[in-house]
């Protein structure tokens, strides 16, 4: 009986979204702590719990089939902002320095495989949210808002293409038992749909945001490893993090893991039902 085997299908851009929501002790511009806090969360899912035995919970290990990456290069063009009307290189913002440096850190990562789609060169500045509530209450004028108010409404192509497609040839291959997607919303509805009519488990991680509906109707299963959902989970605690690459290499036999409790008690020096005796 071999291992059974799992891989990580991650929206780049809904990840950095809810950077905070996975660490909150991450900066978000730091690009190798945020790559390798992208690689410690998709690591988490190759232990997962499967049930209990005696009111003791029972993990299962995954083997590490390979993480993908979906995101597309910053916008690098020349604009105008819409107030103000002064000129602004979008190439030398710290954003785009960020994202470039996080790609080249991801294709460093052991199984990972990075992504890339593009940005549609058609940007417009956005009335941001709050400025149109300030509006519509009247609390401010037209003439009151300022640069801040907007913000760059860029759109992202070929990254459900991409997914789909590796989607299809991880289904048609029978690569992986378990596809896990963090992803929040329903675009990738089609890629999980095809997954479970070839017999994957399709679960996934929302990092704490609310789903659409038909998310939940066309996977198997939610397992959020949020920051928020693990506190309010303490049933589940994190496991050690020196154990968690033991799955990355291929190879390893199955194993059915003890419990979180259990391993942390010999790890002490103390026998597992000492307080039952």
């Not at 799992?6 to 979204?17: E, R, S």
């Not at 020349?78 to 994202?99: E, G, Q, T, V």
């Amino acid at each position: 009986m071999t291992m059974r085997r799992l891989a990580i299908m991650i929206d780049g851009a809904f990840f950095l979204k809810r950077l905070k929501n996975v660490d909150p002790n991450v900066p978000w511009n730091e690009p190798s702590q945020v790559a390798n806090l992208i690689f410690r969360h998709a690591l988490r899912h190759t232990n997962q719990r499967i049930g209990t035995k005696n009111r003791t919970p029972i993990f299962c290990d995954f083997e590490l089939y390979r993480i993908f990456f979906y995101d597309c290069p910053p916008i690098e063009k020349k604009m105008h902002l819409p107030i103000s009307k002064r000129s602004i290189d979008f190439a030398k913002s710290d954003i785009a320095k960020f994202r470039l440096n996080l790609h080249k850190e991801l294709l460093k990562k052991r199984k990972v495989a990075l992504r890339l789609g593009h940005l549609i060169e058609t940007a417009t500045w956005k009335l941001k949210f709050e400025a149109q509530t300030k509006l519509l209450r009247k609390e401010v004028t037209w003439e009151q808002l300022t640069d801040d108010d907007f913000s760059l409404d860029v759109i992202q192509k070929g990254i459900d293409m991409r997914l789909g497609i590796d989607v299809a040839s991880l289904a048609y291959k029978n690569a992986v038992d378990q596809i896990i997607m963090i992803v929040g919303d329903s675009d990738f509805v089609p890629a999980a749909k095809l997954a479970r009519r070839e017999g994957i488990d399709v679960v996934i991680d929302p990092l704490g945001y609310g789903l659409h509906d038909h998310l939940y109707e066309h996977t198997d299963g939610v397992r959020d490893l949020s920051y928020k959902a693990k506190k309010q989970t303490p049933s589940e605690p994190e496991q050690f993090a020196d154990e968690l690459p033991q799955n990355v290499d291929n190879g390893n036999q199955p194993n059915m893991q003890k419990s979180f409790w259990r391993r942390r008690n010999q790890r002490k020096g103390h026998r597992p039902h000492d307080s039952q005796k």
